[in-house]
């Protein structure tokens, strides 16, 4: 492909882009639930967990799972509470790295945030603004606490799923549905 053709398609996807952003920016988020598959190798079967997912702009996202058995992770800000019945542990985002990138990718897509997103990850758009995924590569593989991609699918201003890949191969898959 001759190298201006190149460019044209390359402002066009920062274009489509930048109009996905502002979409989801736009959106107003709340409660959903989710349904989450982690495939770890050490295990034959993946662990199956369900719950509600709350996002609040700009920056505060909660994960509450009800199934297997309660569990809430809660991100604001730059603080991460885990809860677990009546147990209490409040840390520094950044001192948990297997959590960091995970949170920060969709707070910073739901937000519509691209800044936030390109400072930590490249980020490729495919599809279009009905039905689009954003392929996240961690631009520090050292410091994304062993994420090696992280795929966002969504339809309009709304996330679908999110697949994460970990560099020792495990994944997990996050399915978002409806409001509970």
């Not at 460019?7 to 882009?17: F, I, M, Q």
């Not at 945030?113 to 995924?133: H, I, K, P, Q």
């Amino acid at each position: 492909m001759p190298a201006a053709l190149c460019l044209a398609a390359t402002a066009r996807a920062g274009d489509t882009l930048d109009a996905l952003m502002q979409q989801l920016a736009r959106t107003p988020h709340g409660r959903v639930t989710y349904t989450e598959k982690q495939y770890l190798s050490v295990l034959e079967k993946p662990v199956e967990s369900s719950g509600e997912l709350l996002y609040e702009p700009p920056d505060s996202l909660e994960k509450r799972t009800l199934k297997p058995r309660p569990l809430s992770l809660s991100a604001r800000g730059d603080v991460l509470t885990v809860q677990r019945g009546r147990r209490q542990h409040v840390v520094e985002l950044k001192d948990y790295p297997q959590a960091a990138p995970f949170i920060d990718s969709i707070r910073a897509t739901l937000a519509g945030d691209r800044a936030r997103l390109e400072r930590y990850f490249s980020v490729t758009l495919s599809g279009d603004l009905d039905d689009w995924t954003l392929e996240l590569t961690p631009l520090r593989p050292a410091e994304a606490g062993g994420v090696r991609s992280i795929r966002i699918r969504g339809h309009g201003g709304e996330l679908a799923r999110v697949d994460i890949a970990q560099a020792d191969g495990d994944r997990s898959e996050l399915s978002i549905g409806p409001p509970p």
